[in-house]
Structure formats: C-alpha cells, structure tokens
C-alpha cells in the first residue's frame, strides 16, 4: 500500500513539472512595443526624496530646520503633500477662486497674507463641517462663531459665508499674536486653542512652538501650513503642471440688499435670472429655502454677474 502510494505521488509531481513547462515554452515572447511601454511607464514615474527649502518661514518668522526633530517633521509634510498630487492640484485650482477673496481681508485686518494656506489646512477651501461640528472654510466652532459676532441658528449660519468668517478668523488670530507674541503660536492656537497653547508653553517652561511636545494635530499644524505654502508657491519645482486655463475662476458677484422675510428662494432667485442652486453655491450661510428675518436685520445677498452660468431647463 505504501508503495502505491509513493508511486502515485512521484506521478503527481511529475504531471505538475510538465504543466509548468509547457506553460513556460508556449508563453509569448514580450514584443518590442511592450518593453519599450514598459521601460517608459518606469522612467516616467519616479519617486524622489525632496531636497529641504533654504529660509522656510511662517508669517516671516523662520522655521528653525537646523534642528533635527525640526527638519524631520517638516520634511514629512513636504513629501506627504508633494505626493499626494490629486488633492494637491485641487487645492492649486481652488487656490486661484478664492484667495482673491480672502487675501484682500486679511491685508485689511493687518494679518500676515501666510494665513491663506491655514484655511488650506483647515478645510481645502470646501465649505467642509468637522466631526467636532466645525464648519466653513475656517472651520468654526459654534461658540466662537457666537462669540465674536457670526450669526449661526438653522436658517443663517454665517460660519459658511467666506468674507465674515475670514474676518472673524483674523479677530481670532490677531488676539492669540497678542497673547503669545508669534505668528507661529496665534497658528497653533488656532488649532489647539489659546488656553491649550497657554497650558503647554507653561507646564513645559517653553516660549516657542518649535520647543513645544503636543498632541499629533497640533505637533504637524504649523509644519503643514509650511509645507502648502512652499508647494503652492512653487508649482514647477514640486511636479505641478497646469495651465491657467487649468484653474478654477472666480465668479464676480453683486449685492443684493434684503432686510425682509424671504419666503420662497426658487421665486427670489428666478426674479435675478439664476436658478436655486446657482443662488445657494453663493451664498451657502442661506441655510434654508426661506429667510426668516423678522428683525428686519440687513443681509447682502450675492448674486452672480450675467453671462457666466448656462441653465438646462427644458434639456
């Protein structure tokens, strides 16, 4: 019986030697075209390391990368964001809609203009609502939105209306210079909270960001500001190529004043010849398809100049 049985699993092997054989004799020869395919798919896609920027800085003040802790994180976030190359393009297309909105307020409130690339970090310029509920460009929490003057309830929350956060932004910010004495700090702050920041800086005996151990979000922040900034200011030298055709326009508006109930929005948009959505894309803090507005409170509604948006009713 064990002879049988050695015999029958010499025969299997051997079965399976002949397979693997004439497999590998009657497979094709690889043609010419697909080596050379090949051989360019190869040569066209490399993965480099990124040599380290001279003077990176935040809001002019520089990032100490003669430190090796310092250098490593910011070498992260570089690699990190150079590779990520859909969502990079993203934010160079969406960069060329609204920077032209916030730049100008941040000028106005005597914010450094680096703060563009926080609202990059915060939200890729989406009107994005974190899991902590905050919300806009800016990524406001309920609270501060109150606290500094936004209105936020469900019909008008103004947390989605880009010029009143990016100014609330700016108040936020300047008081978080005020109390630390940097630009990078107000940064942090922005992200940890000024009492966050506060706490750390004293249980550490620190006075620098860069000095600082904090938790994973906080610790990459200011690197990742850093890193958008270098890489959005620097398209060629990062592998982004576009044109300006490329890129995303900014829709010129005009305003419209209400200071009464809406009733109906689709009737209110019809009258100003774009439809309902069209109405909404520029003005996301209209929260509902009415306005309540019993105070008669004065609200300015943006309404897209003629001639840029098509409508297919009747399609």
């Not at 009492?195 to 620190?206: K, T």
């Not at 979000?217 to 620097?234: D, P, Q």
Request: proline content about 4%; charged content about 25%; glycine content about 6%.
């Amino acid at each position: 019986m064990k002879m049988i049985r050695k015999v029958l699993v010499f025969l299997g092997v051997l079965f399976t030697f002949s397979i693997l054989v004439n497999a590998t004799q009657e497979a094709p020869e690889k043609s010419v075209a697909q080596e050379v395919l090949e051989e360019n798919l190869v040569n066209d896609y490399n993965v480099y390391a990124i040599p380290m920027p001279d003077n990176l800085n935040f809001a002019g003040e520089l990032v100490p990368i003669d430190n090796p802790d310092i250098r490593e994180r910011m070498d992260r976030e570089l690699l990190v964001n150079t590779y990520w190359q859909s969502n990079g393009l993203l934010l160079f297309k969406r960069a060329n809609k609204y920077f032209p909105i916030i730049e100008p307020i941040l000028k106005e409130q005597g914010v450094p203009d680096d703060f563009k690339y926080l609202a990059v970090i915060e939200s890729s310029l989406t009107q994005a609502v974190s899991p902590a509920r905050a919300t806009g460009f800016w990524q406001i929490l309920k609270g501060t939105a109150k606290e500094y003057g936004l209105e936020v309830n469900q019909n008008v929350d103004e947390r989605y209306h880009i010029e009143k956060s990016t100014e609330v932004a700016c108040r936020y910010l300047k008081s978080a210079k005020e109390k630390f004495g940097s630009w990078t700090l107000a940064a942090a702050a922005y992200n940890a909270g000024r009492a966050g920041v506060n706490r750390q800086l004293e249980r550490q005996d620190a006075s620098s960001y860069y000095d600082l151990l904090l938790g994973e979000e906080t610790g990459r922040y200011v690197f990742r500001i850093v890193a958008v900034k270098e890489i959005l200011s620097n398209a060629k030298k990062y592998g982004f190529n576009f044109s300006q055709e490329d890129l995303y326009k900014h829709i010129p508006t005009f305003n419209v004043l209400v200071d009464e109930p809406i009733a109906d929005f689709n009737e209110f948009a019809k009258v100003h010849d774009i439809n309902y959505k069209i109405l909404k894309l520029h003005n996301p803090w209209l929260r509902e398809t009415h306005l309540n507005n019993n105070t008669g409170k004065e609200y300015l509604v943006k309404i897209p100049r003629e001639g840029y948006y098509k409508t297919t009713t009747g399609q």
